[in-house]
């Protein structure tokens, strides 16, 4: 999630590189205190749910400059007590100020770096307790492509994160072939988490963008990946998306009707577009209510539905709830929804 918006776009704080040094290492003391570490250790039955959508701050960073109180969540213990309190056995996790505009090809690479093993060493000072999709400093090609090595085959990753789209460029855009390039070899999962986009910024009065605009381009992006055929051709890549796809659900009649009626998509898409939406996974984050779960499961079977809360903007309780009155599910599909279908999907989990 963003940072405060300027200059109409999101962006996160950037502080001096020394400073995000010195707080790499403080936050990383602070994560082995004692006091920590026996609430990370302390066992409990309860704990049974794979969070694949839950955030982190790289230490010197924010959340948000005036919303002080989502900082103050953001911190590790926190963590622990909200996944303690509500049954998390691991989270997933993910940076949470992806709209930095690091437009320097050096500095994305460091802060991608420092990101990166900061949530490694978290991984490994509370075993069991956090996994982390991999912040990469794209448009780097070249950097987004090391990071991708060194992530996954040194730091042991879940996986990779990117946003649904860069400045005006989807996922799905020739752009990104050398990186789907890799991760289809890889047999990679790829998280992605939506961003604002140049065309529409503020444009409802009172609103941020995260209330409208993330929804609507990550089913921009879902239509990127489908209609320009790079769901097919990179089959291998096991695709995330948030907020329960975001209004895809909702207008996937128009998509099928498209195919239909455009011939230029029938080579592409033979077989329509619903087999390739159901070939995604799709977390319930901020979205694990009756309507938009219903619409949710009316398109993707339940083996692809992933939970997922985005901390710290909302809890792990709300989602819980959510979930279990929303009437859409049965015992076993929530448990899947929980916790089987991440195992499923990432097999090197390992929670307490």
């Known amino acids: 999630m963003p940072g405060k918006q300027t200059d109409g776009r999101s962006r996160g704080y950037c502080p001096p590189r020394r400073g995000v040094l010195s707080g790499f290492a403080a936050v990383a003391v602070s994560a082995l205190t004692p006091g920590a570490a026996a609430r990370a250790q ?5 704990r049974t749910r794979i969070d694949v959508h839950r955030h982190f701050v790289p230490p010197g960073y924010q959340v948000d400059r005036t919303r002080t109180w ?3 969540r953001s911190t590790i213990p926190r963590q622990i007590e909200d996944m303690d309190r509500s049954g998390v056995a691991l989270a997933v996790t993910s940076i949470s100020v992806p709209d930095l505009e690091l437009r320097d090809h050096a500095e994305a690479r460091k802060f991608s770096r420092l990101a990166n093993e900061f949530a490694a060493r978290l991984s490994a000072d509370h075993p069991g307790r956090f996994g982390n999709f991999a912040y990469l400093p794209f448009p780097d090609v070249d950097g987004t492509l090391k990071e991708i090595e060194y992530a996954l085959d ?5 996986g990779v994160h990117l946003r649904t789209n860069y400045d005006d460029k989807f ?9 789907f390039e ?3 070899r890889r ?4 998280y992605t988490h939506p961003t604002s986009h140049p065309c529409c910024v ?20 879902i239509a990127k990946m489908v209609f320009s055929g790079a769901s097919r051709r990179y089959p291998n890549v096991h695709v995330i998306w948030s ?10 009649r128009r998509f099928i009707k498209r195919v239909h009626e455009s011939p230029e998509y029938e080579p592409l898409l033979p077989e329509g577009f619903l087999p390739e939406a159901r070939k995604f996974y799709y977390d319930c984050a901020q979205a694990p209510d009756a309507p938009a779960m219903a619409a949710l499961k009316a398109v993707v079977p339940v083996s692809q539905i992933l939970f997922g809360t985005d901390w710290p903007h909302l809890t792990t309780e709300e989602h819980v709830t959510g979930l279990q009155k929303s009437g859409v599910f049965t015992d076993a599909e929530l448990q899947a929804i929980d916790r089987d279908n991440a195992l499923r999907l990432m097999p090197t989990l390992r929670p307490i």
């Open 154 to 158: 040194t730091l042991k990753a879940g």
């Open 243 to 252: 907020h329960a796809g975001g209004t895809m659900p909702f207008l996937v």
């Open 202 to 221: 503020r444009i409802v009065p009172g609103l941020r963008d995260a209330d409208i605009e993330f929804a609507t381009n990550t089913t921009r992006a």
């Open 70 to 72: 989502l900082n103050e």
């Open 182 to 184: 890799e991760l289809n």
């Open 187 to 190: 047999h990679a999962v790829l």
């Open 171 to 179: 996922l799905g855009d020739p752009i990104f072939a050398p990186v």
């Open 42 to 46: 302390t066992p409990s039955p309860k």
